[in-house]
């Protein structure tokens, strides 16, 4: 039904239509303006006709809540799967560069975009041991900064190899990245 933009149209027309003639009839009653008589079948058929036009647009507007809101959920889960797939992404490859517990914490806020000095004060550590951490990280990662760590992330989960479901052979990204640098 949502593949149809012409039957929303379509409804949408109908309802407006409707919508002016009860409209119409209420405020040319409440004026007393003179209109021409039209015959009680008629009138009724008008009418029928626009309660029916009304209804299919409440009608309409509840099967497109239900389409949204399946779609919002169907969002939702996909961004919690991708979520969860990042960060064992994130484990895997702190796993494969061997980094220690004090170093994958160091990496984690790396990756979230926080400042040296921001890391020292969350870890209650010196920045020069931060500077250190980083430092080793990036060479055990094989990259020479925060960008090209972050990128590596991004570039494998933009890979389908790294969707959930995927296998992957140990050091197809080692490989890949050599290749595409």
Wanted: hydrophobic fraction near 50%.
């Amino acid at each position: 039904m949502l593949k149809h933009p012409w039957v929303f149209v379509a409804i949408l027309v109908v309802q407006s239509l409707c919508g002016f003639f009860f409209v119409s009839d209420i405020v040319l009653s409440v004026l007393g303006v003179p209109f021409g008589p039209i015959p009680w079948a008629y009138r009724e058929v008008m009418e029928l006709s626009a309660a029916v036009g009304l209804i299919l647009g409440v009608a309409l507007g509840a099967l497109l809540l239900r389409a949204s809101l399946r779609r919002t959920r169907a969002a939702e889960q996909a961004l919690r799967a991708a979520s969860g797939a990042f960060m064992d992404l994130v484990d895997e490859r702190f796993d494969d560069w061997g980094l220690t517990p004090a170093e994958r914490d160091v990496a984690l806020f790396a990756l979230k975009g926080l400042s040296l000095a921001e890391i020292a004060e969350l870890r209650q550590t010196s920045q020069g041991t931060v500077k250190a951490q980083t430092n080793a990280i990036y060479r055990k990662a094989g990259v020479s900064g925060r960008p090209q760590l972050l990128s590596l992330f991004v570039d494998d989960l933009m890979d389908e190899a790294a969707l959930p479901g995927a296998s992957r052979a140990p050091g197809d990204d080692a490989a890949q990245r050599s290749s595409t640098a």
